[in-house]
C-alpha cells in the first residue's frame, strides 16, 4: 500500500527545497512513504547494493578501524621527537618527518580518533537538536511551527564558519569538547528544516491520523508510527551533518581556533602550514591528512547516495 | 507583492540577528578580550590609572549599562565606525575592511557565479543521460571534490603549479613591486595572482551546484508532463531544456544562499592560504592577533553580504516562479 502525497502545497515546497539543499547529500523527500516496508528488502541491502554507497562503507569502515587501532599500529611514539626534522617521505619514514622531528604517519594515525571522535559526536548532537526543533515544529505546526521555522531559516541563512570563528575565537579555552559545542550550537538548522518537513507530511497521513483518533499519546505517536518510517531521513542528516563537523573542525584547527597541541588532522595541516612544509618539499605532511578528510567525508556523501534509494526509489540504480 | 515585502522583512529580521549575535557573543563569553589586551599591556611595565583610562578609551572598552552600550553599538554601526584595530594599529577597522573588500568580492563573487552555471548545465546534462559514463563518473569524482577542505585543496594546488612546475605564483593578489593603481599591468598581475585562488573555490564549489541539479532533474524527469512531452514527441533537447531544466532549476536558486554561506566559509579559509589579500586573509590575521574589533566586524560585513546575496536569489526565484509570489506556497 502505498500513502498519496500530502497535498498540503507548503509542505511540498518546503520539502523541495530541503530536498534541493540536502541534494548532493541526499536526495528529494517526496518520495511516497511505504509504511508497511515488509515487503522490500532490508534497508542495510538496498544501501549496499548501491555501488557509491557500498565503496562508502568500505571507505568509512578502513578509517573507523585507524581510529580504533591506530595508535598501536603506528610505526613510532608520538611523542617521539628525535628524528631528523623535515625530511620528505622515506623508508623508514613512508610521510616523512615534521618540522619538529616526529614521524608523519605515527601522527597521521593518531589523528584519525580526533577526526572521527569531533564528526560523530557534533554530528550525533546536531542531529539531536534538529530531531526535536524538526518535530516539535512538524508535529505540532501552529504558532509553534511559525516561531521555530523562522529560527530556523533564520540560522539557515547565517552563514556557518563565520559564526564558528566569531564564537571560537571569544571561548578563552580551546579544545575538543569547544570545538564539539560551537558546531553544534550553529549547525542544527540544516536536519531540523527537513525533518520538520518530513514531520509535516508524515504527521498528515490517515494512518497517523487514525492513531490521534484512536486516542495514541503524541510521544507514542512520534516514536512508533513516525520516527521509524523517517529513519533514512534522520540517517541521512546525521552522515550530512557529520561531513559538515569534519570539515568544520578541520578549517577551525586550521585557523589556530582548535587546541593546536593535540594531534588530529586539522593541527597537522595546522602545523605544516606554519611550518611551511609545502616550500620545503615536505608535501606528504600536508596532503596526506588533507587526503584522509577528504576521503573520510566523501565517504559519508557516497554512503548517502545509497540511504537516497532507501528513501527515494526514484534515485535507485537499476 | 506580499511576496517581495515578507522577504525584504525576513533580510531585516536575519540583519538584526547577525548584528545582535554579534554584540552579545562576546559578552556571553567568561573574560574580557580588552581586559586581556590590558593584561598584555601590563606585563611590559606597570600601567598608572591614567593610562589605564587611556587605554580602555583607545580599545573602546564598553561602558554604561547593557542596555546603553547596545544603543551606542548600534550608532556606531549605522556610522560605520566599527573602532580602530588592534592588529593594523592605528588604521581603522573600516579602512582595513575596504581595502580587503573588493578583493573578495570580485574573486568569490564572480567565481561562485560562474560555478554556480557550469555545474548546472552539467547537472542537466549528468541527469539527462543517467547511469552513463558522464554521469557515473562525475557523481562520483565530484562528491569527492566538494568534500575536499577548501584550504587543503589550496595547498596542493600551490604545491604542484605554485612550487613544482612554478607556472603562477604563490602568495599574494598581486606583484608586491607594484603600486595598486588601475592600469594594464596592476590588473594583469591580480588576474594572473587569482589563477589558482579561483581554480580552488571552482572546483570544490562546482561538485555541489551539479550534484544538486542532477537529483533534482532526475525528480523532475519522473513527473507526469515529462512523460507526456515524450508522448507528444518533442524534441529530446526541447524537454530536458525547456521542460524539465527550467523547472528543476527553481529550487536551486531558491537555496542559493546555503550554497553561498559554504563557498564563502570556504574561500575564507582559501584566502589564508595563498595570503590572497582579502577578507578571510584579514579574519586569519584578526584571529591569530586577538583582533577582535576587526574579527567583530569582519563577521557582519561577511554575514550582510550572504545575506543581501540571499535577498537577491529570494527575489529572483519570486520573479521567476509565479506560485511563490502569489502566496500558494510558502
Request: net charge neutral.
Amino acid at each position: 500500500m502505498t500513502v498519496e502525497r500530502t497535498q498540503d502545497p507548503s509542505s511540498y515546497v518546503e520539502q523541495q527545497q530541503a530536498a534541493t539543499v540536502l541534494a548532493p547529500v541526499y536526495g528529494q523527500s517526496d518520495a511516497p512513504i511505504d509504511p508497511f516496508p515488509t515487503k522490500e528488502p532490508n534497508a542495510f541491502q538496498v544501501v549496499w547494493s548501491n555501488k557509491k554507497a557500498r565503496i562508502g562503507i568500505i571507505i568509512l569502515a578502513v578509517f573507523v578501524l585507524m581510529a580504533i587501532v591506530g595508535p598501536w599500529i603506528a610505526p613510532y611514539s608520538l611523542t617521539d621527537t628525535h628524528f631528523p626534522p623535515g625530511k620528505g617521505p622515506s623508508l623508514a619514514h613512508w610521510l616523512g618527518t615534521t618540522q619538529s622531528g616526529q614521524d608523519v604517519l605515527t601522527q597521521l594515525l593518531n589523528g584519525a580518533r580526533v577526526s572521527i571522535f569531533v564528526g560523530f559526536v557534533s554530528g550525533a548532537i546536531v542531529i539531536c537538536v534538529a530531531l526535536v526543533v524538526g518535530f516539535v515544529a512538524g508535529y505540532f505546526g501552529g504558532w509553534v511551527d511559525d516561531v521555530l521555522s523562522l529560527l530556523m531559516n533564520v540560522m539557515l541563512v547565517l552563514p556557518g564558519l563565520p559564526l564558528m570563528i566569531l564564537i571560537a575565537a571569544y571561548i578563552p579555552h580551546h579544545g575538543i569538547g569547544e570545538i564539539i559545542l560551537v558546531m553544534s550550537i550553529t549547525g542544527w538548522a540544516f536536519g531540523g528544516r527537513t525533518l520538520r518537513a518530513q514531520m509535516l507530511t508524515l504527521s498528515r497521513q490517515d494512518y497517523v491520523v487514525s492513531a490521534k483518533f484512536a486516542g495514541e499519546s503524541s510521544l507514542w505517536i512520534i516514536f512508533r508510527e513516525i520516527l521509524p518510517n523517517m529513519l533514512s531521513y534522520i540517517i541521512a542528516n546525521f552522515f550530512g551533518a557529520v561531513t559538515g563537523a569534519i570539515l568544520a573542525e578541520a578549517g577551525l584547527e586550521f585557523l589556530g581556533l582548535g587546541n593546536p597541541s593535540i594531534t588530529s588532522w586539522g593541527t597537522m595541516i595546522y602545523w605544516a602550514q606554519n611550518g611551511d612544509a609545502l616550500l620545503d618539499g615536505q608535501w606528504a605532511w600536508i596532503i596526506a591528512p588533507g587526503l584522509c578528510i577528504a576521503l573520510l567525508a566523501a565517504s559519508l556523501t557516497l554512503i548517502n547516495f545509497g540511504i537516497d534509494a532507501v528513501a527515494n526509489p526514484r534515485l535507485q540504480e537499476d | 507583492m506580499r511576496y517581495f515585502v515578507r522577504k525584504t522583512g525576513f533580510l531585516i529580521l536575519t540583519v538584526w540577528v547577525a548584528v545582535t549575535l554579534n554584540f552579545v557573543i562576546p559578552r556571553l563569553m567568561p573574560g574580557n578580550p580588552a581586559q586581556a589586551m590590558m593584561a598584555k599591556f601590563a606585563q611590559q611595565g606597570p600601567i598608572s590609572p591614567a593610562q589605564e583610562k587611556a587605554l580602555a578609551l583607545m580599545l573602546g572598552l564598553p561602558t554604561g549599562s547593557l542596555w546603553s552600550q547596545y544603543w551606542n553599538y548600534l550608532w556606531d554601526l549605522v556610522h560605520g565606525n566599527f573602532g580602530i584595530s588592534y592588529s593594523y594599529f592605528p588604521q581603522s577597522v573600516s579602512s582595513v575592511i575596504l581595502n580587503a573588500l573588493p578583493w573578495t568580492l570580485i574573486l568569490v563573487g564572480l567565481i561562485t557565479i560562474l560555478q554556480f552555471v557550469v555545474g548546472t548545465l552539467l547537472g542537466v546534462y549528468a541527469a539527462w543521460n543517467r547511469g552513463k559514463k558522464f554521469d557515473s563518473t562525475a557523481t562520483v569524482l565530484l562528491s569527492f571534490t566538494s568534500a575536499f577542505p577548501y584550504f587543503w585543496l589550496a595547498l596542493a594546488l600551490i604545491y604542484v603549479f605554485g612550487f613544482i612546475l612554478k607556472w603562477f605564483p604563490i602568495s599574494g593578489g598581486y606583484n608586491g613591486a607594484l603600486a595598486p593603481a588601475f592600469n594594464g599591468q596592476f590588473i594583469g598581475s591580480a588576474l594572473y595572482h587569482s589563477v589558482l585562488p579561483a581554480i580552488t573555490i571552482f572546483i570544490t564549489g562546482v561538485g555541489g551546484s551539479l550534484l544538486g541539479m542532477r537529483n533534482n532533474m532526475i525528480n523532475t524527469l519522473g513527473e507526469d508532463y515529462i512523460l507526456l512531452a515524450r508522448a507528444e514527441g518533442l524534441k529530446n533537447r526541447t524537454i530536458a531544456i525547456r521542460y524539465a531544466a527550467r523547472n528543476a532549476l527553481l529550487p536551486i536558486v531558491a537555496n542559493f544562499a546555503m550554497s553561498l554561506g559554504l563557498v564563502v566559509g570556504g574561500s575564507l579559509l582559501m584566502e589564508t592560504v595563498f595570503a590572497y589579500p582579502g577578507m578571510g586573509y584579514l579574519l586569519e590575521t584578526a584571529v591569530s592577533n586577538q583582533d577582535y574589533p576587526l574579527l567583530q566586524a569582519l563577521f557582519l560585513c561577511i554575514t550582510i553580504s550572504v545575506l543581501l546575496a540571499n535577498f537577491a536569489a529570494d527575489i529572483v526565484s519570486g520573479i521567476l516562479d509565479p506560485r511563490l509570489r502569489k502566496g500558494a506556497v510558502r
